[in-house]
């Protein structure tokens, strides 16, 4: 571990103060190291040697005139989701988290082919580098 010193203006600190509130951090250290590791994760998991993994989570309209069948064409293309979690969020829309896994363009164009379909909204990739431990970071 090192320590730095950083210079920050009085709102961004007291946004880091809130978000420190909010979830619960001990420090605001922690709370920097994740905000840090959030944004550093898409370039680790495209450095990082094998398979990343990621998550793309969002919400499409089952009403949209074959969506759902396009949806699941999809997967089935790409080869890349392991896993999906579907949960149906009101009368016309579900909600579905595919578990991803592969090589970091993989799993962006299958971000997205499924994101840019009509009827497909707030969709959001996470990319999670795969190959070492966030442990004790
Ligand atoms: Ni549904």
Do not use: F, W
């Not at 680790?44 to 993994?53: L, N």
């Not at 949209?64 to 890349?80: E, F, I, Y």
């Not at 993989?106 to 379909?117: G, P």
């Amino acid at each position: 571990m090192q320590r730095i010193t950083i210079t920050i203006d009085d709102d961004l600190l007291a946004g880091v103060d809130r978000l420190c509130e909010r979830r619960g951090y001990a420090s605001r250290s922690e709370a920097v190291r994740d905000l840090v590791r959030d944004a550093l994760a898409p370039d680790r998991a495209a450095e990082g040697p094998g398979p990343c993994y990621g998550t793309l989570s969002y919400v499409y309209s089952h009403s949209t005139r074959d969506l759902a069948k396009r949806l699941t064409g999809s997967s089935h293309d790409h080869g890349v989701a392991v896993a999906n979690l579907h949960v149906h969020v009101s009368h016309d829309d579900c909600l579905e988290v595919a578990v991803l896994r592969g090589s970091v363009e993989s799993l962006r164009a299958y971000a997205d082919a499924i994101t840019t379909q009509r009827g497909v909204r707030y969709g959001r990739l996470h990319l999670i580098p795969g190959k070492d431990h966030a442990h004790g970071e």
